[in-house]
């Protein structure tokens, strides 16, 4: 079994209160493919220029990932992202977006690719997302990310994206912005109606909520002391939800798979968040992972019988 991923491969030049780094591997995709590993062949499907490093691209390999499907264009130059923090670290400012060997790609999948049964369309040109869609043959699951910048400049891709796929996990902010409902649960109900059977709002700092058809379950993030970098938090939150779901589910996931394919990803991000870029979760174990899954059941978990 594999999961194909279509996102940005990056580098991302990143400065928080707390550390700074320049052009460090990142990219959705990326931290996309980091998370999923623990779970599941993971196969990327992207451009890197001249400029990507072997060391980079062995990164990118971590638990098995296959590059098969990064694709080198010579003389071409990486996705290069630059973004700034302050000290409330829930907003950011993009100061740089270069999409460079993005800009002309057209996606040759392997058959592997192809064939893999599970399809996450990470961040990136909705027309892109649709290119590796229509290639693939049929996968059971589909899920996908998008951002502001696509809801602004390519809305009607995006819903045709939208209207073909199994889940869909957006920022609040964006599920509020794409459908013009100012109400969280009302805007993830209208998607629901466009198709999809799964929507997820990731809130940050706050979590996340899930909403299906039949039920609607919210997740607070682990509660961490110590955050660097939130660069890619959503990226592996989608890592860990997804290829949780690859790996243990087979038909159209129940709500109680769902809740704890969420706290996989709420477990992986929280690490992601420890450190710049890629780097904790780079050499992270699946026992840590576990570990703390199990934490956040035990502080989530509460009787209704209460001693007072
Ligand atoms: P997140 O923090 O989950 O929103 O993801 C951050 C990652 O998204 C960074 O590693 C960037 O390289 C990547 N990114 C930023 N802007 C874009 C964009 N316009 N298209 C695709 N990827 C992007």
Known sequence: M?????????????RTPFGARERMLGGAATHFALAASFFDQVRPVGPVGDDFTDEDLAILATRGTSTDDVERVAGGKTF????EYGWDLNSRETIDTQLNVFETFQPKLSAAARASDVLFLANIQPQLQLDVLEACDG????A?????????????????VIERVDCVI???AELRQLTEKPNLVSAAREVLAWGPSVVVAKQGEYGAALVTPTGFFALPAYPLETVVDPTGAGDSFAGGFVGWL???????????ALRLAMAYGTAIASYNVE?????????LTIDEVN???????????????VSV
């Open 170 to 172: 957006l920022n609040d």
């Open 275 to 283: 450190e710049l870029g890629t780097d904790r979760v780079a050499r």
């Open 291 to 305: 570990e703390r899954v199990a934490e956040i059941q035990a502080l989530t978990q509460f009787s209704l019988e």
């Open 144 to 160: 996908m990310d998008s951002m502001n910048l696509w809801i602004d400049i390519a809305r009607d891709d995006l819903v045709k």
């Open 139 to 142: 996968p059971r699951f589909t």
């Open 2 to 14: 594999s999961l194909t991923v279509v996102g940005s491969i990056a580098y991302d030049t990143v």
């Open 246 to 256: 690859a790996q243990n589910t087979a038909g159209s996931p129940t709500d109680e």
């Open 80 to 83: 290069f992202w630059e973004g």
